[in-house]
Protein backbone atom coordinates (compact mmCIF):
# COMPACT_ATOMS: atom_id res chain seq x y z
CA UNK A 1 0.00 0.00 0.00
CA UNK A 2 1.10 3.74 -0.67
CA UNK A 3 0.00 6.68 0.89
CA UNK A 4 0.23 9.76 0.28
CA UNK A 5 0.40 12.73 2.99
CA UNK A 6 -0.34 15.78 0.36
CA UNK A 7 0.38 18.67 2.78
CA UNK A 8 2.45 18.76 6.22
CA UNK A 9 4.34 21.47 7.72
CA UNK A 10 7.48 19.31 8.14
CA UNK A 11 9.51 22.74 8.78
CA UNK A 12 7.73 24.11 11.83
CA UNK A 13 9.65 23.94 14.58
CA UNK A 14 7.12 21.65 16.25
CA UNK A 15 9.41 19.05 14.43
CA UNK A 16 12.84 20.53 15.34
CA UNK A 17 13.43 17.76 17.96
CA UNK A 18 12.59 14.28 16.14
CA UNK A 19 11.65 15.21 12.44
CA UNK A 20 14.18 12.05 11.63
CA UNK A 21 11.79 9.91 13.42
CA UNK A 22 8.90 11.40 11.75
CA UNK A 23 10.09 10.80 8.74
CA UNK A 24 10.72 7.42 9.15
CA UNK A 25 7.71 6.51 10.98
CA UNK A 26 5.77 8.20 8.00
CA UNK A 27 7.64 5.26 5.70
CA UNK A 28 7.24 2.76 8.08
CA UNK A 29 3.36 3.49 7.91
CA UNK A 30 3.28 3.20 3.79
CA UNK A 31 3.41 6.99 3.47
CA UNK A 32 5.36 7.11 0.48
CA UNK A 33 5.47 10.91 -0.44
CA UNK A 34 5.38 13.61 1.93
CA UNK A 35 4.41 16.99 0.67
CA UNK A 36 5.73 20.07 2.78
CA UNK A 37 4.12 23.72 1.38
CA UNK A 38 5.94 27.17 1.69
CA UNK A 39 4.04 29.99 4.10
CA UNK A 40 6.25 32.57 3.56
CA UNK A 41 9.54 32.98 2.07
CA UNK A 42 12.04 31.56 4.89
CA UNK A 43 9.20 28.76 5.01
CA UNK A 44 9.77 28.08 1.70
CA UNK A 45 13.20 27.64 1.52
CA UNK A 46 12.84 25.55 4.37
CA UNK A 47 10.56 23.43 2.74
CA UNK A 48 12.97 23.19 -0.38
CA UNK A 49 15.62 22.42 1.77
CA UNK A 50 14.02 19.42 3.31
CA UNK A 51 13.02 18.06 -0.10
CA UNK A 52 16.60 17.89 -1.35
CA UNK A 53 17.24 15.69 1.58
CA UNK A 54 14.50 13.44 2.02
CA UNK A 55 14.01 11.35 -0.91
CA UNK A 56 10.26 11.00 0.08
CA UNK A 57 9.51 14.56 0.48
CA UNK A 58 8.86 16.79 -1.88
CA UNK A 59 7.63 20.91 -1.39
CA UNK A 60 5.40 23.94 -2.74
CA UNK A 61 6.46 27.27 -2.24
CA UNK A 62 4.11 30.12 -1.62
CA UNK A 63 2.19 32.79 1.02
CA UNK A 64 -0.02 31.97 2.94
CA UNK A 65 -2.59 34.74 3.55
CA UNK A 66 -2.05 34.90 7.68
CA UNK A 67 1.83 35.45 6.43
CA UNK A 68 0.99 38.56 3.54
CA UNK A 69 0.93 41.20 6.07
CA UNK A 70 2.91 43.98 4.02
CA UNK A 71 3.34 41.65 0.92
CA UNK A 72 6.21 43.05 -1.72
CA UNK A 73 6.43 41.67 -5.35
CA UNK A 74 10.33 41.18 -4.06
CA UNK A 75 8.47 38.14 -2.37
CA UNK A 76 7.69 36.67 -5.34
CA UNK A 77 11.33 36.98 -6.31
CA UNK A 78 12.45 35.61 -3.82
CA UNK A 79 10.48 32.85 -4.16
CA UNK A 80 9.80 32.57 -7.67
CA UNK A 81 13.60 30.76 -8.63
CA UNK A 82 13.15 27.75 -6.04
CA UNK A 83 10.51 26.51 -8.75
CA UNK A 84 13.62 25.22 -10.42
CA UNK A 85 15.44 23.21 -7.23
CA UNK A 86 14.16 20.07 -8.92
CA UNK A 87 11.32 19.02 -6.23
CA UNK A 88 8.87 21.64 -6.29
CA UNK A 89 5.27 20.63 -7.21
CA UNK A 90 3.02 23.20 -6.37
CA UNK A 91 2.38 26.97 -5.14
CA UNK A 92 1.18 26.93 -1.90
CA UNK A 93 -0.16 27.48 0.69
CA UNK A 94 -1.89 30.13 -0.66
CA UNK A 95 -5.94 31.66 -0.38
CA UNK A 96 -7.67 33.70 1.67
CA UNK A 97 -8.54 33.71 5.70
CA UNK A 98 -11.27 36.17 6.67
CA UNK A 99 -11.29 34.44 10.22
CA UNK A 100 -7.93 35.62 11.38
CA UNK A 101 -6.90 39.06 11.34
CA UNK A 102 -3.01 38.40 10.73
CA UNK A 103 -3.35 40.42 7.44
CA UNK A 104 -5.79 43.02 5.89
CA UNK A 105 -8.08 41.50 3.20
CA UNK A 106 -6.00 43.78 1.00
CA UNK A 107 -2.80 42.13 1.74
CA UNK A 108 -4.33 38.96 1.20
CA UNK A 109 -5.76 39.64 -1.83
CA UNK A 110 -2.80 41.07 -3.53
CA UNK A 111 -0.67 38.01 -1.62
CA UNK A 112 -2.62 35.74 -3.93
CA UNK A 113 -3.17 37.37 -7.41
CA UNK A 114 0.92 37.43 -7.14
CA UNK A 115 0.73 33.29 -6.13
CA UNK A 116 -1.82 32.91 -8.65
CA UNK A 117 0.21 34.66 -11.47
CA UNK A 118 3.29 32.60 -10.49
CA UNK A 119 1.50 29.49 -10.77
CA UNK A 120 0.35 30.29 -14.48
CA UNK A 121 3.68 31.60 -15.54
CA UNK A 122 5.25 28.00 -13.84
CA UNK A 123 2.31 26.14 -14.41
CA UNK A 124 2.34 24.70 -11.51
CA UNK A 125 -1.29 23.88 -9.38
CA UNK A 126 -1.63 25.58 -6.24
CA UNK A 127 -2.52 24.45 -2.83
CA UNK A 128 -5.06 26.66 -1.46
CA UNK A 129 -6.14 27.54 2.12
CA UNK A 130 -9.71 28.84 2.89
CA UNK A 131 -11.14 29.85 5.86
CA UNK A 132 -14.60 32.09 5.64
CA UNK A 133 -13.84 33.28 2.43
CA UNK A 134 -15.39 30.72 0.12
CA UNK A 135 -16.81 33.18 -2.51
CA UNK A 136 -14.37 35.63 -2.77
CA UNK A 137 -11.89 32.60 -3.26
CA UNK A 138 -13.83 30.70 -6.21
CA UNK A 139 -14.37 34.02 -7.75
CA UNK A 140 -10.48 34.34 -7.77
CA UNK A 141 -10.23 31.14 -8.62
CA UNK A 142 -12.70 31.09 -11.81
CA UNK A 143 -10.64 33.68 -12.94
CA UNK A 144 -7.58 32.12 -12.72
CA UNK A 145 -8.79 28.92 -14.18
CA UNK A 146 -7.68 29.16 -18.02
CA UNK A 147 -4.10 30.14 -17.04
CA UNK A 148 -4.00 27.26 -14.51
CA UNK A 149 -2.87 23.66 -15.18
CA UNK A 150 -4.72 20.93 -15.44
CA UNK A 151 -6.02 19.78 -12.55
CA UNK A 152 -5.04 23.78 -11.39
CA UNK A 153 -4.97 22.05 -7.84
CA UNK A 154 -6.25 21.60 -4.34
CA UNK A 155 -8.88 23.04 -2.12
CA UNK A 156 -6.77 22.07 0.79
CA UNK A 157 -8.10 21.11 4.59
CA UNK A 158 -11.94 20.97 3.26
CA UNK A 159 -14.13 22.45 6.31
CA UNK A 160 -17.16 23.91 4.13
CA UNK A 161 -20.57 23.05 3.06
CA UNK A 162 -21.26 20.75 -0.27
CA UNK A 163 -21.39 23.99 -2.61
CA UNK A 164 -18.26 25.14 -2.41
CA UNK A 165 -16.96 21.59 -2.63
CA UNK A 166 -19.31 21.48 -5.57
CA UNK A 167 -17.99 24.64 -7.60
CA UNK A 168 -14.25 23.64 -6.28
CA UNK A 169 -15.15 20.30 -8.58
CA UNK A 170 -16.35 22.45 -11.10
CA UNK A 171 -13.58 24.30 -11.82
CA UNK A 172 -11.35 20.60 -11.63
CA UNK A 173 -10.28 21.25 -8.23
CA UNK A 174 -8.99 18.11 -6.08
CA UNK A 175 -11.00 18.12 -2.43
CA UNK A 176 -8.19 17.72 0.26
CA UNK A 177 -9.43 15.96 3.56
CA UNK A 178 -7.93 16.14 6.98
CA UNK A 179 -8.19 14.97 10.84
CA UNK A 180 -11.35 16.83 11.34
CA UNK A 181 -12.93 14.02 8.73
CA UNK A 182 -12.79 11.70 12.14
CA UNK A 183 -13.45 14.28 15.01
CA UNK A 184 -16.97 13.21 16.84
CA UNK A 185 -18.59 16.16 15.93
CA UNK A 186 -17.73 16.06 12.07
CA UNK A 187 -21.00 14.33 10.63
CA UNK A 188 -21.64 17.62 8.19
CA UNK A 189 -17.96 17.20 6.94
CA UNK A 190 -18.43 13.33 6.53
CA UNK A 191 -21.38 14.25 4.55
CA UNK A 192 -19.52 16.77 2.47
CA UNK A 193 -16.64 14.04 2.08
CA UNK A 194 -18.91 10.82 1.31
CA UNK A 195 -20.40 13.03 -2.17
CA UNK A 196 -17.22 13.84 -3.08
CA UNK A 197 -15.50 11.46 -5.95
CA UNK A 198 -13.00 9.24 -4.60
CA UNK A 199 -11.19 10.04 -7.86
CA UNK A 200 -11.57 13.74 -6.61
CA UNK A 201 -9.67 13.57 -3.23
CA UNK A 202 -6.56 13.90 -1.78
CA UNK A 203 -5.91 13.07 2.07
CA UNK A 204 -3.65 14.73 3.97
CA UNK A 205 -2.49 15.55 7.90
CA UNK A 206 -2.25 19.43 8.15
CA UNK A 207 0.89 18.12 10.78
CA UNK A 208 1.72 19.50 13.31
CA UNK A 209 -1.93 20.74 13.44
CA UNK A 210 -5.59 18.69 13.23
CA UNK A 211 -4.47 15.24 14.42
CA UNK A 212 -6.82 12.81 13.40
CA UNK A 213 -8.70 11.12 16.66
CA UNK A 214 -7.31 9.34 18.85
CA UNK A 215 -4.60 11.79 18.68
CA UNK A 216 -6.90 15.06 18.36
CA UNK A 217 -5.33 17.60 20.44
CA UNK A 218 -1.53 16.09 20.07
CA UNK A 219 1.04 17.00 17.27
CA UNK A 220 -0.28 15.38 14.36
CA UNK A 221 2.45 13.68 12.17
CA UNK A 222 2.53 12.00 8.22
CA UNK A 223 2.13 8.54 9.43
CA UNK A 224 -1.22 9.45 10.69
CA UNK A 225 -2.81 9.94 7.16
CA UNK A 226 -3.59 6.51 7.50
CA UNK A 227 -6.47 7.47 9.68
CA UNK A 228 -7.79 9.80 7.27
CA UNK A 229 -7.98 7.19 4.68
CA UNK A 230 -9.56 4.92 6.78
CA UNK A 231 -12.20 6.67 7.45
CA UNK A 232 -12.42 7.62 4.16
CA UNK A 233 -12.70 4.14 3.07
CA UNK A 234 -15.83 4.12 5.57
CA UNK A 235 -17.62 6.67 3.92
CA UNK A 236 -17.18 5.73 0.36
CA UNK A 237 -17.89 1.63 1.26
CA UNK A 238 -14.71 0.62 0.18
CA UNK A 239 -11.19 -0.64 1.66
CA UNK A 240 -8.46 1.09 3.11
CA UNK A 241 -6.18 -0.44 0.30
CA UNK A 242 -8.98 1.20 -2.61
CA UNK A 243 -8.64 4.39 -0.66
CA UNK A 244 -4.75 4.38 -0.77
CA UNK A 245 -4.46 3.71 -4.72
CA UNK A 246 -6.35 6.03 -5.88
CA UNK A 247 -5.92 8.77 -3.46
CA UNK A 248 -2.02 7.88 -4.70
CA UNK A 249 -3.36 7.96 -8.28
CA UNK A 250 -4.90 11.58 -7.59
CA UNK A 251 -2.02 13.54 -6.10
CA UNK A 252 0.18 12.10 -8.48
CA UNK A 253 -1.64 13.23 -11.04
CA UNK A 254 -1.63 16.75 -9.47
CA UNK A 255 1.63 16.99 -8.28
CA UNK A 256 3.70 14.43 -10.65
ZN1 LIG B 1 -1.25 24.04 6.00
Same mark, same amino acid.
Given at each position: ???????????????????????????? $?????????????????? $???? #??????????????????????????????????????????????????????????????????? !?? #????????????????? !???????????????????????????????????????????????????????? $???????????????????????????????????????????????????????? !????????
Amino acid at each position: MRLIDTHCHLNYDAYDADRAEVIARAEA $ADVWRIVVPGTDVPGSRE $AVAL #AAAHDGVFAAVGIHPNSSAGFTEDWIEAIAPLVHSGKVVAIGEIGLDYYRDHATKADQHRALEACLA !LA #AAMQLPVIIHNRDASDD !LLDALARWRPKLPDPPGVLHSFSERWEVAQRGLDLDFYIGFTGPLTFKNADDLRTV $AARVPLDRILIETDGPFLAPHPHRGKRNEPAYVRLVADRLAALHLTTLEAVAEQTT !LNACALFC
